[in-house]
T-cell receptor, first 114, second 114 residues
């Protein structure tokens, strides 16, 4: 069975500082990996995805993530956060063998200090 | 292109009542998914439609939940009778017809059972 762990429930970061959100997954084969963001009052928006190929993927809003097979990780990074990045971030894993349904981590809530 | 829409955005009902949630996927998306996030927990898969057929309903919690997708277009999720533990945010997502594509999420319906 697939599982996803986001170890950090809350992270507080100063505006302009760098941000890294951790995600570890468990799956027997190469999964499809996603990061979604939910801003206050909004739905889930896809930030980026990894299916295959280059293990460093670029997403929207200046985010990037790196797939590390040896560590079963897919951490999300942003070099310089903006106040508008305050939101809840979800890592998710999917696989064709699992019928394409997504398994989500518990989410990390990011607070941005001025 | 219009996104995934859900109605209502909020619903407050009493225990024992019935509630029906609606999801309109992106036009042309054959795959439709329902997910749920109860308070403090991760987002969990409920079921998956391919057109009007239920492909996977392994995540449906019990027989008080009934999902339909008439004509392969919009979908409804009915909870009857509602219990306190059904409170949470219900998300709908859709994706294209073949292979594995990213799922586009709606804004969710917040259901509160009192």
């Amino acid at each position: 069975a697939q599982s996803v762990t986001q170890p950090d429930i809350h992270i507080t970061v100063s505006e302009g500082a760098s941000l890294e959100l951790r995600c570890n997954y468990s799956y027997g084969a190469t999964p499809y990996l996603f990061w979604y963001v939910q801003s206050p009052g909004q739905g889930l928006q896809l930030l980026l995805k990894y299916f295959s190929g280059d293990t460093l993927v670029q997403g929207i809003k200046g985010f990037e993530a790196e797939f590390k097979r040896s560590q079963s990780s897919f951490n999300l990074r942003k070099p310089s956060v903006h106040w508008s990045d305050a939101a809840e971030y979800f890592c998710a894993v999917g696989a064709k063998a699992a019928g394409n349904k997504l398994t989500f981590g518990g989410g990390t809530r990011v607070l941005v200090k001025p | 292109e219009a996104g995934v829409t859900q109605f209502p955005s909020h619903s407050v009902i009493e225990k024992g009542q019935t509630v029906t949630l609606r999801c309109d996927p992106i036009s042309g998306h054959d795959n439709l998914y329902w997910y749920r996030r109860v308070m403090g927990k991760e987002i969990k898969f409920l079921l998956h439609f391919v057109k009007e057929s239920k492909q996977d309903e392994s995540g449906m919690p019990n027989n008080r939940f009934l999902a339909e997708r008439t004509g392969g277009t919009y979908s409804t999720l009915k909870v009857q009778p509602a219990e306190l533990e059904d409170s949470g945010v219900y998300f709908c997502a859709s994706s294209r017809d073949r292979g594995f594509y990213e799922q586009y999420f709606g804004p969710g319906t917040r259901l509160t059972v009192t």
